[in-house]
């Protein structure tokens, strides 16, 4: 039986997401703090040039299939991805090297524009505690990078639970 394939953004610790190079008027968290796909006018934005350094952490361990991101300017919207998983803290340096990168993907013009789900490498996204999606370029090489939805596939894995809520108790 296959399992059911669900967004994963109900999943995100908000506490603990981050987006280097954003702008200060249109951030990351603008976007995914509902934990559902943004509808709005909300969007995020680079802010020095166009490359964005996405931190999506998971209050549990999950498997991912797809990421969506969907944006309104096609010129500022991104190009070239480069996926990496599970680094507590992780810089433009990190992602520069090839080595630390699970997957890079191109994503074409009408994939932003309509949102379209791109699968990716199963097998390399299977126990995700975090996801940090380094966007390299944009698809006409404009100064910003808009992002106006993201959103991301797969399914919790069975077995682990949210300890984001607890709390340490003082011994009395």
């Given at each position: ?5 669900v ?6 610790d ?9 702008s200060?008027?249109?951030?990351l ?12 006018s909300?969007?995020?934005l ?9 931190s999506?952490?998971?209050?549990q361990a999950?498997?991912i299939?797809?990421i ?6 096609a010129s500022?919207?991104?190009r070239?991805?480069r996926?990496?998983?599970n680094k507590?803290?992780l810089?433009?340096d990190?992602?520069?090297d ?8 191109t ?14 490498r199963f097998?390399?996204f299977?126990s ?13 090489g404009e ?10 596939f797969?399914m ?6 949210d ?5 340490k108790?003082?011994?009395?």
């Open positions: 039986m296959a399992e059911q394939e967004s994963l953004l109900e999943y995100l908000l506490s603990q997401l981050t987006c280097l190079n954003e200060e008027e249109h951030t968290k603008s976007i995914v703090v509902d934990k559902k796909p943004n509808t709005g909300a969007h995020a680079s802010d020095a040039d166009e490359q964005l350094l996405i999506l952490p998971f209050n999950v498997k299939r797809s969506a991101i969907r944006s309104a300017s500022q919207a991104p070239t991805l996926l990496v998983t507590p803290a810089g433009f990190d992602v520069e090839a080595a630390s990168v699970l997957q890079e993907l994503l074409a013009p009408e994939d932003v524009r309509e949102g379209r789900r791109v699968p990716l097998v390399r299977q995700v505690n975090s996801l940090h999606i380094f966007v390299v370029s944009n698809q006409g100064d910003e990078t808009r992002i106006d939805s993201i959103d991301v797969g919790p894995l069975q077995g682990t639970r300890v984001s809520g607890l709390r108790v003082d011994d009395e």
